[in-house]
């Protein structure tokens, strides 16, 4: 295992083996007023593995093998055109520059317009329909022993984007598949907005999870990263109070000057700042591993995106702004 893409094979090589794939949408409604655990890093991880299981996701997806066209989908990093019918909450729900990305249960869902695969060899498999439109199930989409020969079941967009289903089993992937919904881009919302970023700088990526926790990343213009983790400035948001925060703020991190009035904390050895308000924790952050200094930011640099933040409420989404 020497890249993240081959970590993401690995993930989606033994997803159909998962303990709970079976009867997955049942389990799902059973499950909808339990306790969620709330984790402040929870919707990195997810994007960075799960999430990006396929190629797909945040990273850059390999070419299609049989240059079919392909159409670029008119969607801003920070936009997102799938969501779930009423009463399905994905797990997690990440946007890049060249794909998206659901996680539903066991279930992965990444809509892009290079899949990563042979659509040709997917589309000589077993014809469904899926909402009225024609989809394609094949147990091999690689046509041959490779990290990513798992069940796959798939279908083009009116736009080209490719839309690709795996993990859990073939009646799993045909329920959620039956419950996305496509639309015009919408803007990924958050709770502040931003009123100052070094310059050059874009909006690279989104990732919205069921505990509400929102994590949006700016990567250099002249130099995009491959995923989340390794862009140069991170903002993410988690609405308060939360009991989890109120023990790390006085076990893990220390006070610091406060921002714009409110309490502001670092944790020795992390490059982030974090600012409490009465109803959000905001962390601001630079790539979370390597780089270069041309890769990263200071502290200076956190802290003076952190005091021009205009932090609204985390817990009322009419107060919120289009990331990016």
Known sequence: ???????HHMF???ADQAPDGHGLIDQAREAAARRRIRRRWQSWIAALAVVAVTGGGIAVAAGLRHHDPVVVPPRAATQTTITMADGFTPVTQSTGRDSQRLQWGVVSVTVAARPGYDTKTLTA???LTINGHDAWYTANPSEGRTPDAVPLLGWQLPGGEWVSVRAGNRADKIAVAEQLRFT??????VPYRVGWLPPQMVASSTTVDQSETIGVTWSWATKPTDNPGEDPVRIETE???????SQQKSDLYRSVKPVGGHPAYVRDGTSELLVETPTCLVTVGTRRWGGTPDQTVDDATLRKVAENLTIADCTNRATWSPAG
């Open 125 to 127: 498999g077993e014809r």
């Open 1 to 7: 295992m020497t890249t993240l893409d081959d970590l």
């Open 184 to 189: 015009t881009p919408r803007d990924v919302l």
């Open 239 to 245: 609405p308060l109070p939360d009991r989890i925060w």
């Open 12 to 14: 989606d090589a033994y």
